[in-house]
């Protein structure tokens, strides 16, 4: 088995590695003595999410591709494994399934816990289920901020590791995406206002919350709307085929709200460089959560300079304004049971523009890096 030191190199599995906020979150494919080794889902067995993770994504028989191959497994030559927990990472049903074969193959394996909040009652028993199956049997326990490491003690007695959020933009994208932006915007567009549908799930206020901002533009010359949207949830949402545009749904809600335009913007979920130009054009954003614990948006909001507009749930707050001073940074929080409340925070978001928070100590990448390091060095040697 290597050790991350003296020059060998260390091979950690990172599941599921499809979704591309997994590799950015961890900075693995940077890392001098870690080898990444990508384990995607299979199709064997039925449909899934490819950001889902699957018992097909373990099975030795198949690949992402869901051809047979009798005779590898995905495991058979890891050091450790890195399994990353959340409704938009691991799906919570095949979690025994993750953790037996992970025994079977004596592998270790890290745990990064992105949710630890649950879209209605009636899921919340599973899902902490899962989690704690998880925690219980992990060699290490990362999470993002200090509030949700002391929740995972609470629930789980485990202590886990704080590795803040890196930024998911290097300086060129971030330059190349603003630049960009601004051929987005028209001389008089005084106000780009977006909202992440997103996939339009359970965890998503959908198309009823843009009849709330609809507020937003009365008595504002020159506000646009822009309605962020990943494709395959649209398509699936309006019953379109891949080359309809909606327009007619389009044209209705710039009508109804009173938008200077309004704009869809649809996005492939495993390829988010198109789109960040359009995000970099906003000046506010609204991230609708019904429930969650952290949010890459926030982070991509953060690294383009766009003020969210964020729902007082999980620990989003804590993970935008982490130890700096919440007046003099943008990002403004309401409360989700006021039906007027995103319309209030938009406005003040527009009225008082102001810098996005900075990152905090050891949110840097090198430094993220460094501390996965660290981590996969103690779980090996364990």
Request: aromatic residues 6%; contains cysteine.
């Amino acid at each position: 088995m290597s050790v991350l030191d003296g020059g060998s190199r260390t091979r950690v599995a990172v599941l599921p590695a499809a979704h591309p906020a997994v590799r950015r979150i961890t900075g693995l494919d940077v890392a001098d003595h870690v080898e990444l080794v990508p384990v995607r889902p299979g199709v064997a067995g039925g449909q899934t999410p490819p950001e889902a993770v699957t018992p097909a994504e373990f099975d030795p028989d198949s690949d992402a591709s869901g051809e047979i191959h009798r005779d590898r497994d995905p495991l058979s030559d890891v050091d450790l494994a890195h399994v990353h927990f959340g409704y938009d990472y691991l799906a919570p049903e095949s979690v025994d399934g993750v953790v037996e074969h992970l025994a079977a193959a004596d592998v270790p394996f890290v745990l990064t816990v992105h949710d630890i909040v649950y879209p209605s009652p009636e899921d919340e028993l599973p899902h902490r289920d899962h989690t704690g199956t998880l925690v219980e049997a992990a060699s290490a326990v990362i999470t993002l901020t200090e509030v949700a490491a002391h929740e995972l003690w609470v629930r789980w007695g485990v202590e886990p590791v704080v590795v803040p959020h890196p930024r998911l933009l290097d300086e060129a994208e971030i330059s190349t995406a603003v630049r960009a932006g601004r051929h987005l915007r028209g001389p008089d567009d005084p106000v780009v206002v977006g909202v992440l549908l997103e996939r339009m799930g359970e965890n998503i206020e959908g198309p009823e919350l843009l009849d709330q901002l609809a507020a937003v533009s009365h008595g504002r010359r020159g506000a646009h709307l822009r309605i962020v949207v990943e494709a395959q949830a649209w398509r699936d949402a309006c019953g379109e085929d891949r080359g309809a545009g909606g327009h007619h749904l389009v044209a209705e809600l710039a009508a109804e709200g009173g938008w200077e335009s309004v704009r869809l913007v649809r996005y492939e979920s495993l390829d988010l460089g198109p789109v960040l130009p359009e995000f970099a054009a906003l000046d506010v954003c609204v991230l609708p959560y019904r429930f969650a614990t952290h949010s890459t948006w926030l982070e991509l909001c953060r690294d383009l300079g766009v003020a969210p507009v964020f729902p007082a749930v999980g620990f989003l707050r804590d993970q935008w304004f982490d130890r700096c001073d919440e007046a003099g940074h943008s990002g403004e929080v309401y409360d989700p049971r006021d039906p007027a409340g995103v319309a209030v925070a938009v406005r003040a978001a527009l009225e008082d523009p102001r810098a996005v928070p900075p990152r905090v100590a050891g949110a840097d990448p090198e430094s993220v890096v460094a501390a996965h390091a660290r981590i996969y060095r103690d779980a090996v040697r364990a």
